[in-house]
């Protein structure tokens, strides 16, 4: 074991439906440290993209969108079951959560350009510490992060958590099928693209999900932390 210093850091990588934001929101607020959602931050890319116009593989005109991006996350409500994200002093925390903006946040997250133009704005928001979830934060945006955790589960579990996402009132949801297709065509381009591909960190602990319920997950990765930082090779164990 290896002592803790600077500002707490905690990074959760994954798939999509593996639990991170939900799991992340529990985690932060139990530490009590901000959250730093980088999906969220390609999602708001997208959206923005398409309200401009700007098609999801235009490198330059994304990037160009990047130049001063006005994000800003609210604090996470009492529940640590929400939290605001902002865009130019516009609430965008609903409108970034649709099927099509998820499938845009994974195509402009692929993008080499973008992920080198947001790579600074990730890293100044958690200047003070925070937990970092997404897909790479272990990889490239905080390879030096003390606590590491790579959250996975099976397609078919991480498909109906996020059919379940997607059933609201009055809302006819895609089928669960296709909802499992687009989970799977995802994992695909996340894991297979050029710029910071999806993978687990060589010192991240993993935790498989599948079988697990929220307090369980979110006590496996606090009983890690209170355990305090371990080297590479502690990890390997």
């Known amino acids: ?20 934001t939900t799991v992340a929101r529990r985690v932060a607020a139990a530490l009590g440290v901000p959250l730093l959602d980088t999906g969220a931050i390609y999602r708001t890319l997208a959206l923005v993209a398409q309200r401009r116009a700007v098609a999801w593989d235009d490198e330059p005109g994304l990037v160009a969108l990047c130049t001063g991006f006005p994000i800003a996350f609210g604090a996470l409500d009492a529940s640590a079951q929400a ?8 609430d965008v925390s609903a409108a970034i959560r649709t099927p099509e903006i998820s499938q845009g946040a994974s195509r402009v997250s692929a993008v080499p350009g973008v992920r080198a133009a947001l790579l600074g704005i990730q890293r100044s928001l958690a200047l003070q510490g925070c937990v970092a979830e997404g897909r790479d934060m272990g990889t490239v945006v905080f390879p030096d992060a003390p606590f590491k955790f790579f959250l996975t589960a099976a397609l078919r579990t ?19 099928e296709a909802v499992e297709r687009d989970v799977a065509e ?14 687990k960190a060589d010192d991240a602990t993993e935790v498989d999900t599948s079988g697990l319920g929220l307090d ?12 305090g930082p371990r080297t590479a090779a502690e990890r390997q164990i």
Do not use: C, N, W, Y
């Open 158 to 176: 991480r498909a109906l958590r996020r059919h379940t996402e997607l059933t609201q009132p009055g809302v006819v949801p895609p089928s669960l």
């Open 1 to 20: 074991m290896v002592a803790q210093t600077g500002p707490m850091l905690v990074v959760i990588d994954g798939p999509a439906g593996a639990g991170k």
């Open 83 to 90: 939290q605001a994200v902002r865009f130019a002093e516009e």
């Open 186 to 199: 995802r994992d695909a381009r996340d894991t297979s693209r050029e710029a910071a591909p999806l993978r």
């Open 216 to 227: 369980e997950v979110v006590g496996v990765i606090l009983g890690h932390i209170a355990a």
